[in-house]
């Protein structure tokens, strides 16, 4: 099974700067089956990024994925207030199973 | 309206049985793969299992292998966990959310539904 270790696991920054978000992979991940996924408290998760770098349907272009193979990204270029809330990524592999990271807070500094 | 709206959750005691469904709207439920996630109070997403559009083809996390069984009914436009010998560490909210096979990413997720097991 492929291991997602995510970092920071907190963020604390303010609006307005830019996030940087890391997901490393215990092993190759493809590119296609590699998404990240936002979710606020009480809420369920929301696709943000799929394929490693493809914004979802209706998500802003401050949100980016990026990366290949064993290292991944996502970058939010400027802060809004509602971007404050946890990210995960997540792949699904040869083994024919999917696994999510365990998430990163960002939190407002 | 393009939804997914679990139900059936609750309290159980260990050992106990409980069957959540998910029903879908607003597209054609039998052109997904459907899959259970769910999420320990606090904890971060665990994927529970998956089922193909047909039902052919289905996988679990080796954490609910044998206890927990996941089914569909196209005609019904509905989606099944049924869950045994339910231990504490089961504990979650149960979402039920919707596939695009070819790039395995969830694309539309349920609200959930808690599951307490506890004596």
């Known amino acids: 099974e492929i291991v997602l270790t995510q970092s920071p696991g907190t963020l604390s920054l303010s609006p307005g700067e830019r996030a940087t978000l890391s997901c490393r992979a215990s092993q190759s991940v493809s590119s296609s089956y590699l998404a990240w996924y936002q979710q606020k408290p009480g809420q369920a998760p929301r696709l943000l990024i799929y394929g490693a770098s493809s914004r979802a349907t209706g998500i802003p272009d401050r949100f980016s994925g990026s990366g290949s193979g064993t290292d991944f990204t996502l970058t939010i270029s400027r802060l809004e207030p509602e971007d404050f809330a946890v990210y995960y990524c997540q792949q699904y592999g040869s083994s024919l199973s999917i696994t999510f990271g365990q998430g990163t807070r960002l939190e407002i500094k | 309206q393009v939804q997914l709206v679990e139900s059936g959750g609750g309290l159980v005691k260990p050992g106990g049985s409980l069957r959540l469904s998910c029903a879908a709207s607003g597209f054609t439920f039998s052109d997904y793969y459907m899959s259970w996630i769910r999420q320990a109070p606090g904890k971060g997403l665990e994927w529970v299992s998956y089922?193909?559009?047909?039902?052919?083809?289905?996988y679990y996390a080796d954490s609910v292998k044998g206890r927990f069984t996941i089914s569909r009914d196209n005609a019904k436009n509905s989606l099944y966990l049924q869950m045994n010998s339910l231990r504490a560490e089961d504990t979650a909210v149960y979402y039920c959310?919707?596939?695009?096979?070819?790039?395995?990413?969830?694309?539309?997720w349920g609200r959930g539904t808690l599951v307490t097991v506890s004596s």
């Open positions: 089922i193909s559009s047909s039902g052919s083809t289905i």
């Open positions: 959310a919707r596939i695009i096979a070819g790039f395995w990413y969830f694309d539309l």
